[in-house]
C-alpha cells in the first residue's frame, strides 16, 4: 500500500524558514519513473505545484518560487524534504506531497499525503 | 504558465442527475496531458481521470473523461451522494505544472 505523510511546524514567524517533510512507503524513490511533488493550497484557494524531485535527483522548481524553495531526497529514509526560506504571510497553506509513477500513468499525481496545515503569523 | 479555467465555478445538481464540468486550457496539453481530481475537505485529492481519458485505478464508471488540445470535460454520469465534492483539472505538459480553480459541484 502506497502512502505519503507530511510533518512540519503548524506556525512560523514570518522571514523564518519552514522545513517540511514528506515520509513514504510502499514505493522507492530509486526505482525509475517515480517522482514526489509539494503542492499547496491557501485557503478557500485552488492548488498550486511548487516543485518535483524524481528518482533520477532531477529537481523542477516553480519559477516564482525558485529562488526560495529547495527540494531534496533521502533514499534511505524514503523522505522528500522541500525547505521554504523568508515565510511570509501569503504562503499559509496546507501542503501536500504526492507521487508520480511516471512510467504507469505519465505525470499526473496519483497518491497524495493527507496534507499538513502551515500558519504564517507573528 | 498554462492557464487552467474551469466552468463553472459551482454546479448545483440533485442525485441522479448528469454533471459535465469544462476544464479549458491557454494553451495545448500536448498529448492530453491533463488529469482530474476529486477533494474533499479534510482529505487528499483523489485522482478521477489522467491522459484526459483513462481511469484511475478503482474508480467508478460513472466518471468519464474526454478532450484534446485546450478543452476538456469530466463528467459524472449519475450522481451519487458521496460525488458531491471540489473536482480540479491539472495539466502536467508543461512546466510549472498547474491547476485550474475548481468546480464545486454541491447537492441541489
Known amino acids: 500500500q502506497v502512502t505519503l505523510r507530511e510533518s512540519g511546524p503548524a506556525l512560523v514567524r514570518p522571514t523564518q524558514t519552514l522545513t517540511l517533510t514528506c515520509t513514504f512507503s510502499?514505493?522507492?524513490?530509486?526505482?525509475?519513473?517515480?517522482?514526489v511533488s509539494w503542492i499547496r493550497q491557501p485557503p478557500g484557494k485552488a492548488l498550486e505545484w511548487l516543485a518535483m524531485?524524481?528518482?533520477?535527483?532531477?529537481?523542477f522548481y516553480r519559477s516564482s518560487l525558485k529562488n526560495r524553495i529547495t527540494i531534496s531526497k533521502d533514499t534511505s529514509k524514503n523522505q522528500v524534504v522541500l525547505i521554504m526560506t523568508n515565510m511570509d504571510p501569503a504562503d499559509t497553506a496546507t501542503y501536500f506531497c504526492?507521487?508520480?509513477?511516471?512510467?504507469?500513468?505519465?505525470?499526473?499525481?496519483?497518491?497524495w499525503g493527507q496534507g499538513t496545515m502551515v500558519t504564517v503569523s507573528s | 504558465e498554462i492557464v487552467l479555467t474551469q466552468s463553472p465555478g459551482t454546479l448545483s445538481l440533485s442525485p441522479g442527475e448528469r454533471a459535465t464540468l469544462s476544464c479549458r486550457a491557454s494553451?495545448?496539453?500536448?498529448?492530453?496531458?491533463l488529469a482530474w481530481y476529486q477533494h474533499k475537505p479534510g482529505q487528499p485529492p483523489r485522482l478521477l481521470i489522467y491522459?484526459?481519458?483513462h481511469r484511475a485505478t478503482d474508480i467508478p464508471d460513472r466518471f468519464s473523461g474526454r478532450g484534446f488540445g485546450t478543452e476538456f470535460t469530466l463528467t459524472i454520469s449519475s450522481l451519487q451522494p458521496e460525488d458531491f465534492a471540489t473536482y480540479y483539472c491539472?495539466?502536467?505538459?508543461?512546466?510549472?505544472?498547474?491547476f485550474g480553480q475548481g468546480t464545486k459541484l454541491e447537492i441541489k
Open positions: 524531485i524524481d528518482w533520477d535527483d532531477d529537481k
Open positions: 510502499g514505493f522507492s524513490l530509486s526505482t525509475d519513473g517515480i517522482r
Open positions: 491539472l495539466q502536467y505538459n508543461n512546466y510549472p505544472r498547474t
Open positions: 491522459a484526459s481519458s
Open positions: 494553451q495545448s496539453v500536448g498529448r492530453n496531458y
Open positions: 504526492a507521487r508520480t509513477p511516471w512510467r504507469e500513468i505519465g505525470d499526473a499525481f496519483d497518491i
